[in-house]
Structure formats: C-alpha cells, structure tokens
T-cell receptor, first 113, second 113 residues
Framework: DQQVKQNSPSLSVQEGRISILNCDYT??????FLWYKKYPAEGPTFLIS?????DKNEDGRFTVFLNKSAKHLSLHIVPSQPGDSAVYFC????????????FGTGTRLKVLA | DVKVTQSSRYLVKRTGEKVFLECVQD?????MFWYRQDPGLGLRLIYF???????EKGDIPEGYSVSREKKERFSLILESASTNQTSMYLC????????????FGSGTRLTVV
C-alpha cells in the first residue's frame, strides 16, 4: 500500500512559469515532509522541508504548502528554469519512534526553454 | 564537504554472482539506508541500520542482506544476483530525530546479465 503518492508521473512547464508538483499521503501520523530533486545518474539532493506545525515554507524560488486536513502537500517553483528539469520526490516521516522516510514515486518535471 | 560515498557508479554482474555494494559516510550519522530506484516505483527501502551491527528490513529485503561493522560503513549484499535486481541503488545516511533528512550518495547503477 503506497502511503505517499505522487499521481502525476510527469509535468511540462514553460520557462518562467510556475511549476506545481503534488503529493498525497495516507498516514495521519506523518508530521515531517521533505522534497528531493534528482538528476539522472545522481543521488537525490534535499530541496525543502516542512513540519506539520506549519502550512507553508519558502526558500527562494521554492515553496512547499501543507494541507493536513487533506493530507496533501505541494511544491511550487516560481519562476521555473530549465535547470529545474529533474525528477522530484516527496517523502514523509512520523516523528514518533522512526527516522525512516517513505518516498513517493516521483514526478518528472521538464521545463521548456 | 560532507559526503556519502558509494564505491561504484556502474557495475555489471552475471546472474548468480554474489555482489557487494559499499557505502561510506563521513558525517558520524547513526542511521544508514539502502534504497533502490526503479521507473514508476520511486525509491523503495531495502534495509536500514540505526546503529553498528544493527539492521532492520525495509519494504523489499528479499534477495538482499546487509552488514554494518563500523558506524561509517554500510554494505548491501546481493547473495545471488538475478536480472530483476538490475536497478539504481542509493545509499543514504541521517541523524536520529525529527527533521533530519537524508544525505544520499550518488548511486550505483547495477546491471545483472
């Protein structure tokens, strides 16, 4: 059973526009969420995080929104750049007794110049 | 610069061979993880370790074993490689506690022929 879901396997966006990547989760115990970015033949790199005590976290062009009642988070990239083209994974963890993250299946973002 | 280092970027092995994938981290992290990444399936946890000589099964441990004799080193062992183990293997490490994400290695692309 997939506890963290990224229902869009791919997304194409024009350079300069907003990219919105979505992630849904089923486990209400999850309280810390991460986004990772992965280029081909490289390991994932950390992008941005959010704790369940917040509903928004911003870092430069990247903003993550968390809707706990809907068990949904989204990553916004504004403005999108060709270098943002990568696979994006969301991951979730429950603080109590675990340090293990469950990853979604990933969304491949392509930013068109 | 803190690092997780995987010993090989690309590896080709024959069916039935015993395969060792090595991972070393220099951040004094307690936790280490092995994931595999496959298209459409995201990152799936094979095994993890939260202390030296300790290990726990992840979601897909069948056909794999691990060894953690020293804090900085976590090895993944394919006892008898099979073609369905062809994949990208990613090692990660983390501190224990809320809010600590993973640091990933660059990955090993294993092909079993």
């Amino acid at each position: 059973d997939q506890q963290v879901k990224q229902n869009s396997p791919s997304l194409s966006v024009q350079e300069g526009r907003i990219s919105i990547l979505n992630c849904d989760y089923t486990n209400s115990m999850f309280d810390y969420f991460l986004w990772y970015k992965k280029y081909p033949a490289e390991g994932p790199t950390f992008l941005i995080s959010i704790s369940s005590i917040k509903d928004k976290n911003e870092d430069g062009r990247f903003t993550v929104f968390l809707n706990k009642s809907a068990k949904h988070l989204s990553l916004h990239i504004v403005p999108s750049q060709p270098g943002d083209s990568a696979v994006y994974f969301c991951a979730a963890s429950a603080a109590s007794g675990t340090y293990k993250y469950i990853f979604g299946t990933g969304t491949r973002l392509k930013v068109l110049a | 610069d803190v690092k997780v280092t995987q010993s090989s970027r690309y590896l080709v092995k024959r069916t039935g061979e015993k395969v060792f994938l090595e991972c070393v981290q220099d951040m004094d992290h307690e936790n280490m993880f092995w994931y595999r990444q496959d298209p459409g399936l995201g990152l799936r946890l094979i095994y993890f370790s939260y202390d030296v000589k300790m290990k726990e099964k992840g979601d897909i441990p069948e056909g794999y074993s691990v060894s953690r004799e020293k804090k900085e080193r976590f090895s993944l062992i394919l006892e008898s490689a099979s073609t369905n183990q062809t994949s990208m293997y990613l090692c990660a490490s983390s501190l224990t506690g809320t809010g600590y994400g993973y640091t990933f290695g660059s990955g090993t692309r294993l092909t079993v022929v």
